[in-house]
């Protein structure tokens, strides 16, 4: 099979950033007023699981400012079913963020299990993380974004973060079945309120990264303004977010996926496909196939996300195919719901395979005339490849940039891809 010529292109986007998270996020506090409530208190800290970009400094930051006002720290565990729902997978993702006791210089809190604090209008139960219970105030922290299974002015942020992070996989678990009945943002939202007046909250903690994963813009909210606020960051989090530059095309080759990206291994907007009940995929991007080279270390064994694919490789399938990594993504997918997102693909003996028969599954397509984007992953979307059959329409686009270099699939003797790199 021959394979198309590629070119590299660069999406121009607004990379305005702060660069000092430890100062920004301790002026944030002094502008609602947080050390006046922490003296003498014992102040809980949420700390999920996303990666997102100089997350433990900010944690940090925010265990200094109790520590100069008098009070004493403690970092929460605030991931729903991620790290298989367990204080060990907890304590593991933490790590990987540099997130330890040692490094945040105060205890961590983990447990598997949650408390039910009380019940939404609905019936629905609301669930905090046991440990909780442990500290006299707690301060919530998360990036606001969209969220990857629906589309509101609340998705993912501090009501998420209450809801499903701080409900351990409890709440995850209560959250996403009663979802099923009542949608996302309602189920989310209206959990988030009963916790919100169950624990005495200092503040919530709002990050936006903007569309190179750079921290954009962090803002201190005080309980009462949490509403109105996350509908507001929300609305500029949707302004900042990098998606591929093209609607239609034949092939999304994704070099990874993974836990640390998105939860659900792929973000589901950026690929056009949510492949979930009761939610209806994107009209765009529509991608006829797409391959998936590798899950990330920091995923632990997650594969949560492959089955949105077509193909991938059995060195994919080996790298997860532990009892523990599969016990973690069936309780991570099972829970949130998506069981679809635990599936394999159809497994090929290598990349060069895997390539090939992402041509060959397009229909009868000359695979020079295929039109082929190949990402890094769906946060990183900066810089991308792409075929000649998607030039003309590159050119058109002014926010696009095209380098001079023109670049040949290579591959070595495992028949794995060297060129084109990203």
Not at 41 to 49: E, H, P
Not at 67 to 72: H, L, Y
Not at 263 to 291: A, C, H, N, T, Y
Request: with cysteine.
């Amino acid at each position: 099979m021959q394979f198309p010529k590629l070119y590299k292109v660069k999406q121009h986007f607004d990379t305005s950033e702060i660069t000092n998270v430890n100062t920004k996020i301790k002026e944030e506090l002094e502008k609602v007023n947080a050390s006046e409530q922490i003296k003498g208190k014992k102040v809980g800290i949420t700390a999920g699981s996303r990666g997102i970009k100089y997350i433990d400094q900010m944690y940090k930051a925010v265990v200094e400012y109790v520590k100069e006002n008098g009070g004493e720290p403690y970092l929460i565990s605030a991931m729903g079913s991620h790290g298989g729902g367990t204080v060990e997978g907890q304590l593991a993702i933490l790590e990987s963020l540099n997130v330890t006791e040692s490094t945040m210089g105060c205890p961590i809190l983990a447990s598997a299990h949650a408390d039910k604090i009380g019940e939404t209008p609905d019936g629905i139960p609301a669930y905090v993380n046991e440990r909780v219970k442990e500290v006299d105030k707690v301060i919530v922290i998360n990036r606001i974004k969209e969220h990857t299974d629906f589309t509101a002015i609340i998705e993912s942020g501090l009501h998420k973060m209450m809801t499903i992070g701080l409900g351990t996989i409890n709440g995850a678990d209560s959250a996403h079945l009663n979802a099923m009945k009542y949608g996302y943002f309602h189920t989310i939202t209206e959990i988030g309120k009963v916790i919100k007046d169950h624990l005495d909250l200092i503040c919530g903690i709002g990050i936006i990264e903007n569309a190179i994963c750079h921290i954009h813009t962090i803002e201190a909210i005080k309980p009462e303004n949490f509403w109105d606020r996350e509908v507001a960051l929300q609305k500029l989090s949707k302004q900042k977010t990098a998606k591929i530059p093209f609607n239609v095309f034949d092939i999304l080759l994704v070099k990874e996926i993974g836990k640390n990206i998105s939860g659900g291994g792929m973000d589901s907007k950026v690929i056009g496909r949510i492949r979930e009940l009761g939610q209806i995929d994107p009209e765009f991007p529509d991608i006829k196939r797409i391959s998936v080279f590798s899950v990330t270390p920091e995923s632990h064994g997650n594969f949560c996300g492959l089955g949105l694919g077509d193909f991938s490789t059995m060195k994919v399938f080996n790298e997860c195919n532990s009892h523990q990594a599969i016990r973690d993504t069936v309780i991570n997918c099972v829970v949130s719901m998506t069981p679809e997102y635990a599936t394999y693909p159809c497994l090929l003996d290598d990349e060069k395979e895997m390539i090939e028969q992402s041509f060959r599954n397009i229909g009868a397509v000359d695979s020079l005339d295929a039109k082929l984007v190949y990402i890094k992953n769906t946060k990183e979307l900066e810089e991308i490849f792409i075929s000649e059959a998607l030039l003309e329409e590159a050119k058109a686009n002014k926010s696009l940039e095209i380098y001079n270099e023109v670049y040949e699939f290579e591959f070595d003797e495992k028949n794995d891809m060297t060129v084109p790199m990203l």
